[in-house]
């Protein structure tokens, strides 16, 4: 028996040595758990940097490419859009009454007719958002074909028009604004400017740069609304003397010219509404162009700008084409100025309640509306045709930007609707002699009225014919030409 205890004995403190000899997991936690912790922290951390390297990037290749002068980016324009401007002209319109003109640029298709009084009707295109006179060169040729005067117009901040106006500013505000004045007049004057006065002078020029900063002429992109852009319409109308005429607008023109055609609907013989919106700036979205980091990329690379242009706009249009018009965009800050318009619209605008008034009930109306673009523009289309049910509602098969789609089928669909009106009757008005003018020629009455009295009758004849060719040289009379 006490053999059998002591190999009991020996056998039970077995199990309790091997337990002993598995080690504790326990240790293994506290070390994974600041891990866990630090990591999230160091993605944050690195994801916040470069984002804000990128966009540092893009502000300052922005800024290098608003720095390029007009010539540059003319230059780096396609042929056939310096050949667009070739073919127009610019006019002077002053739409706010404290700042200077800017220039606005217009352009006509010339009429294939032999005689240009064969000419009865004139029609003025006025762009969308986003767009130019260039997107709708096509159909300007069309209609001049059809022996319609069609002309086009870039609106301010658009094309080949002003797109920055001059304002006057005093002070400066913040510590940013003061480093941008700063900034600026490095970037104007040189790095050694102020060394260099310091040299001449021997003081720093602080009262020179404190009279600068207290008021001063900069550049802004310009920002009209509706009304403004109302009086543009009207000023380059009257310039031109295309009143009564026809109106075509596109996409957002609406918004901009509906309350100058209310005010002047007598000047108007009728309005052809493309695609016209009133809830949005357009078909263009205006978020590609507001953006600092998604309007480089779509402004700076042709095919990021070709892919927008697909989604939203035209499907035919070429890759070609939508290049031209994003360089026409881009130049001269034109981005920010169309965010700037864009934002003016009366996006409470209503369709509806405009058609309807009482100035608008005699002037004939049509509609032309994409047919295959999506279901929700189609219902946008229906909407727009019970809100003006006297308007003549006709389809096309382009997109929203028809006149790179469809441009003879929209110039087809226009001309039958003008030419089935009756013919406008214009009224030629004298131009006023000017008053210094009419001076001279009172006094030319008055010299040779004291000829006849003092000198016999030869010489009355020949102060007679001086005095006549001295007012045909203004273009006045009908004075005989006399050879020297």
């Known amino acids: 028996m006490a053999i059998i205890k002591e190999e009991e004995e020996e056998t039970e403190p077995q199990p309790q040595s091997s337990k002993k000899k598995i080690p504790p997991p326990k240790p293994r936690k506290p070390k994974s758990q600041p891990q866990s912790q630090s990591s999230p922290f160091s993605f944050f951390f690195y994801?916040?940097?470069?984002?804000?390297?990128?966009?540092?990037?893009?502000?300052?290749?922005?800024?290098?490419?608003?720095?390029?002068?007009?010539?540059?980016?003319?230059?780096?324009?396609?042929?056939?859009?310096?050949?667009?401007?070739?073919?127009?002209?610019?006019?002077?319109?002053?739409?706010l009454p404290n700042h200077s003109p800017i220039e606005l640029f217009t352009i006509q298709e010339p009429s294939p007719s032999p005689s240009p009084s064969t000419?009865?009707?004139n029609i003025l295109i006025v762009h969308g958002f986003g767009l130019s006179s260039y997107s709708y060169r096509h159909v300007l040729h069309s209609l001049a074909?059809?022996?319609?005067?069609?002309?086009?117009?870039?609106?301010?901040?658009?094309?080949?028009?002003?797109?920055?106006?001059?304002?006057?500013?005093?002070?400066?505000?913040?510590?940013?604004?003061?480093?941008?004045?700063?900034?600026?007049?490095?970037?104007?004057?040189?790095?050694?400017?102020?060394?260099?006065?310091?040299?001449?002078?021997?003081?720093?020029?602080?009262?020179?740069?404190?009279?600068?900063?207290?008021?001063?002429?900069?550049?802004?992109?310009?920002?009209?609304?509706?009304?403004?852009?109302?009086?543009?319409?009207?000023?380059?109308?009257?310039?031109?003397?295309?009143?009564?005429?026809?109106?075509?607008?596109?996409?957002?023109?609406?918004?901009?010219?509906?309350?100058?055609?209310?005010?002047?609907?007598?000047?108007?013989?009728?309005?052809?509404?493309?695609?016209?919106?009133?809830?949005?700036?357009?078909?263009?979205?205006?978020?590609?162009l507001e953006y600092p980091v998604v309007r480089e990329v779509v402004l700076g690379f042709s095919l990021a700008f070709a892919k927008i242009v697909n989604m939203c706009c035209s499907k035919r249009i070429r890759v070609a084409d939508a290049d031209a018009q994003r360089l026409l965009l881009k130049g001269r800050d034109g981005e920010k100025a169309v965010v700037a318009i864009g934002k003016k619209l009366n996006y409470s605008f209503d369709i509806a309640e405009w058609g309807g008034s009482e100035n608008l009930k005699t002037v004939p109306m049509q509609v032309l509306?994409?047919?295959?673009?999506?279901?929700?523009?189609?219902?946008?289309?229906?909407?727009?045709?019970?809100?003006?049910?006297?308007?003549?509602?006709?389809?096309?098969?382009?997109?929203?930007?028809?006149?790179?789609?469809?441009?003879?089928?929209?110039?087809?669909?226009?001309?039958?609707?003008?030419?089935?009106?009756?013919?406008?009757?214009?009224?030629?008005?004298?131009?006023?002699?000017?008053?210094?003018?009419?001076k001279m020629f009172d006094e030319a009455k008055s010299g040779d009225h004291d000829h006849i009295q003092h000198h016999d009758h030869d010489h009355h004849i020949d102060a007679h014919v001086h005095g006549a060719e001295y007012m045909d040289a203004y273009g006045l009379g009908e004075g005989h030409h006399h050879g020297l």
């Open 47 to 95: 994801f916040t940097l470069s984002l804000s390297l990128i966009i540092l990037y893009f502000l300052f290749f922005s800024s290098s490419l608003s720095s390029q002068d007009y010539k540059s980016w003319f230059l780096s324009l396609p042929t056939s859009v310096r050949h667009h401007y070739n073919n127009g002209r610019t006019v002077k319109v002053q739409p």
């Open 119 to 121: 000419v009865s009707e």
């Open 145 to 288: 074909s059809k022996g319609v005067r069609a002309l086009a117009i870039d609106l301010p901040g658009n094309g080949f028009s002003d797109k920055s106006m001059e304002v006057t500013v005093e002070g400066i505000n913040g510590v940013l604004g003061r480093f941008w004045y700063v900034y600026s007049e490095i970037k104007e004057k040189g790095v050694f400017w102020a060394f260099d006065q310091m040299v001449e002078t021997g003081q720093i020029p602080y009262e020179e740069i404190l009279a600068r900063m207290s008021k001063r002429k900069v550049s802004k992109p310009i920002d009209l609304g509706p009304q403004e852009m109302g009086k543009v319409l009207g000023q380059v109308i009257d310039s031109l003397g295309l009143a009564p005429l026809h109106l075509l607008l596109h996409d957002s023109a609406l918004g901009f010219t509906a309350p100058w055609i209310s005010e002047n609907s007598h000047l108007v013989r009728s309005v052809t509404l493309v695609d016209p919106v009133s809830s949005t700036s357009g078909a263009l979205p205006i978020c590609v």
């Open 369 to 438: 509306w994409s047919s295959g673009w999506s279901k929700e523009w189609s219902d946008e289309g229906n909407r727009v045709a019970r809100a003006l049910p006297r308007a003549k509602f006709v389809t096309h098969s382009g997109g929203r930007w028809p006149q790179e789609d469809a441009p003879d089928e929209i110039a087809e669909k226009i001309s039958e609707f003008i030419l089935s009106l009756p013919k406008s009757v214009r009224k030629v008005e004298e131009e006023p002699i000017p008053e210094h003018i009419q």
